[in-house]
C-alpha cells in the first residue's frame, strides 16, 4: 500500500509481471510515468515475445527453428529467422574470442557426464567415451552461418542455446516493453536481466549477486545496474561428487571434461543480456585467471568469484575486471 500510495503522488504507477519461460520463471517491473498502458496488453505483448524467441530457440519445441536445424541430416541448409541468424553469429563471435571455451554445441558431452535432462552416471565416462562425443562438438567446424542459413557440417552436431538464448530472450522483452514508450524498468528471467532507466526510487536498479554457496543463498554484492545487461554462471548447483573430486557441469569443449579450476562463479555487466549470458558462461569454463586477462584485454565488466584456496577457509575470493571496479565506483 505504501507504494501504490506513493506511486500516485508521484504520477506514476509500477506494472509488475510475472510468469515461467525457457523451463524457469520470468519478473519484470517496469515504470508507466503516463499512467496509460494498459497491464494486459503489456502482458500480451510480452508472452508474444517470449512465444516467438521458444519457437525460434527452444530444444524442447520440437517444431522449433533449432530442432529442426538438430534433427537435419549433414550438409542441410536451413534457412533461419533474422533473430535466430543474430544469436548464432553472436555465439560465433564469443566462441573465437574465449579460445572456444564457449561452446553451443557441447550438448553431447553435458549428456554423457550426465548434466542433461534424464541424463544421470553411476561411473566415470572413459577417455573413448569423451573422443566419441567429442566427434560431435566442436561449433566452429559443426556449424556454417552464412546469409540468414545455418548448414550443419558435422555428422550429430546439436546446438543448445540454452547459454545466450536465454539472454537474448530478455532483449527480445526488453524491445517489447520499450514499444509502450516505457524508459524505466528490469526484465529478468531465470537470473539473467537487463535494466533501462531508474528504479522507483529514482535510483539505478539495486540487483544483488549471490554467493556460490551450494547451501546458502545470500547476497555477496550489490550493484546499481542502468541501461545494461546483467548475467552470472555458476558451478554451485549442478555437480557430483566421486573419489574425493568434484565434477560440475560447467564442461570445457575443448577437453571434453568438467573444468577443475576454483572459479566457482563469473558474472558480467555488459550492453545487453545476450552478450552477459554468453560471456558468463564462457569466463567461467576459462577461470579467473585467464578469464580476467580477457575481460580487460576487451573491456569487459566482470567479477570473478572463486573458492578460497585455503581449504580450512570455507569462504570465497572476490577478483572484479578493471571496468567493473570503474562502475562500481
Not at 552461418?145 to 546439436?158: H, P, V
Not at 543480456?273 to 564462457?282: G, P, Q, V
Request: glycine share 10%; net charge negative; with cysteine.
Amino acid at each position: 500500500m505504501p507504494l501504490a500510495l506513493a506511486a500516485c503522488k508521484k504520477g506514476w504507477s509500477l506494472l509488475e509481471l510475472t510468469g515461467l519461460t525457457m523451463g524457469t520463471g520470468y519478473s519484470i517491473a517496469a515504470i508507466d510515468h503516463s499512467r496509460a498502458v494498459d497491464k494486459a496488453e503489456l502482458q500480451a505483448a510480452v508472452d508474444k515475445a517470449l512465444v516467438q524467441v521458444n519457437t525460434q530457440m527452444s530444444n524442447w519445441d520440437a517444431g522449433s527453428e533449432i530442432s529442426r536445424f538438430n534433427a537435419a541430416a549433414t550438409g542441410t541448409t536451413l534457412p533461419v529467422s533474422a533473430e535466430l541468424a543474430h544469436v548464432m553469429q553472436a555465439a560465433a563471435e564469443v566462441h573465437d574470442a574465449s579460445e572456444g571455451r564457449f561452446d553451443v554445441t557441447v550438448g553431447p558431452l553435458i549428456d554423457l557426464w550426465g548434466f542433461g535432462a534424464g541424463h544421470t552416471r553411476q561411473d566415470m565416462p572413459t577417455d573413448a567415451d569423451i573422443a566419441r562425443a567429442m566427434d560431435c562438438c566442436g561449433q566452429a567446424r559443426s556449424v556454417e552461418i552464412r546469409d540468414g542459413a545455418l548448414t550443419k557440417t558435422t555428422e550429430g552436431a546439436e546446438v543448445y542455446l540454452s547459454s545466450i538464448g536465454k539472454g537474448f530472450g530478455v532483449d527480445h522483452v526488453a524491445r517489447a516493453i520499450e514499444s509502450f514508450g516505457i524508459t524505466d524498468y528490469m526484465v529478468e528471467i531465470g537470473g539473467d536481466l537487463y535494466t533501462a532507466g531508474r528504479n522507483p526510487d529514482g535510483q539505478p536498479w539495486q540487483i544483488g549477486i549471490e554467493s556460490p554457496s551450494p547451501v546458502d543463498r545470500n547476497v555477496l554484492k550489490v550493484v546499481g545496474l542502468s541501461d545494461m545487461g546483467m548475467a552470472t554462471s555458476g558451478d554451485y548447483r549442478n555437480f557430483f561428487d566421486h573419489d574425493g573430486q568434484r565434477y560440475s557441469h560447467i564442461i570445457d569443449a575443448t577437453t571434453g571434461r568438467p573444468v577443475t579450476h576454483d572459479t566457482a562463479s563469473v558474472t558480467v555487466l555488459t550492453e545487453n543480456a545476450m552478450l552477459a549470458d554468453a560471456w558468463a558462461t564462457a569466463l567461467l569454463v576459462l577461470g579467473r585467471e585467464r578469464g580476467l586477462e580477457i575481460a580487460n584485454d576487451r573491456d569487459m565488466a566482470v567479477l570473478f568469484v572463486d573458492r578460497a584456496a585455503d581449504a580450512a577457509n570455507k569462504g570465497f575470493e572476490v577478483t572484479a575486471s578493471n571496468r567493473f571496479q570503474a562502475l562500481s565506483a
